[in-house]
């Protein structure tokens, strides 16, 4: 069996701060977010990298983006530290098939935003309250073995309105105790690439230990692997019919390969 080829990217910025929030965030992510996903999401058809924003090639050098079937993507405070040009071959992979995890503040981050096309802008609220999520979508491969419904202790409130185009397709969505809702599970697909959005994972609270979000998760990834690997670029060729044509071309005398021409 062929594994998928995953890569779990994180800025790691939050799990080493100096103080008591990092102190707090390091008793459940003592090596950071990816490598706490990396372990709990293990399993014999994955092969799991994590990396992170402190590495060379911001942990995405060539060699490894080129082999990823999957790319998960956390990030909340340094969005604009990642470069362009990582955002461009990210994009470039994405369109050609390789699946992408955008997980919770990983809504503003460039990738998400420029694979949309809007603001991705929501409200938000951090007053440790409750969030029940519920599936929408119980025929979605991403809700294999999900309660239909659970809840997530203490979270940060994600609420509606949110502003992504309206192709996502819902799969979860969640309410909070002060009364907001939120579309906490969302596909897109953008040319041959499948990208899921899923809110769930504030770093203040130990949310990937939690086996329903981390089943997600795992759901999402199996799912957006790519079917028939990552295309090559597609050219637009004039190709011969696969079948006779018979009917008479009016313009036959005419040369009409200049209309297709540059100019
Ligand atoms: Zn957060």
């Known amino acids: 069996m062929k594994k998928i080829n995953v890569t779990i990217w994180n800025e790691y910025v939050h799990e080493q701060e100096t103080g008591a929030v990092g102190d ?3 008793t459940f992510y003592p090596r950071g977010i990816h490598n706490a996903l990396a372990e709990n999401l293990k399993a014999d058809d994955l092969e799991i990298t994590p990396v ?3 590495m060379p090639s911001q942990g995405v050098p060539d060699e490894v983006l080129n082999n990823t079937d999957v790319l998960v993507w956390w990030g909340h405070c340094a969005h ?3 470069a362009d040009e990582l955002v461009a071959k990210i994009h470039y992979r994405v369109l050609h098939g390789m699946g992408l995890i955008v997980l919770h503040s990983g809504h503003l981050s460039k990738i998400f935003c420029k694979l949309m096309g809007t603001q991705c802008r929501l409200r938000w609220r951090e007053v440790g309250e409750k969030e029940r999520v519920w599936t929408v979508d119980t025929s979605h491969p ?5 309660p239909e419904t659970f809840v997530i202790p203490h979270t940060e409130m994600y609420g509606e309105p949110f502003n992504i185009p309206d192709d996502g397709k819902i799969v979860f969505m969640s309410w909070y105790e002060g009364g907001n809702v939120f579309r906490s599970g969302v596909t897109f697909q953008r040319d041959a690439g499948k990208i899921f959005y899923f809110s769930p994972g504030h770093e203040a609270y130990p949310i990937y230990h939690d086996e329903n979000v981390v089943k997600v998760i795992g759901n999402a990834i199996r799912w957006a692997a790519p079917v028939n690997g990552v295309l090559a670029d597609r050219v637009t060729f004039q190709g011969d019919a696969p079948e006779k044509v018979y009917s008479e071309n009016p313009l036959k005398d005419i040369n009409t390969a200049e209309l297709h021409q540059s100019k």
């Open 80 to 82: 604009a530290k990642v």
């Open 52 to 54: 992170s924003l402190d």
């Open 142 to 146: 991403i809700t294999f073995g999900v």
């Open 24 to 26: 707090w965030i390091r």
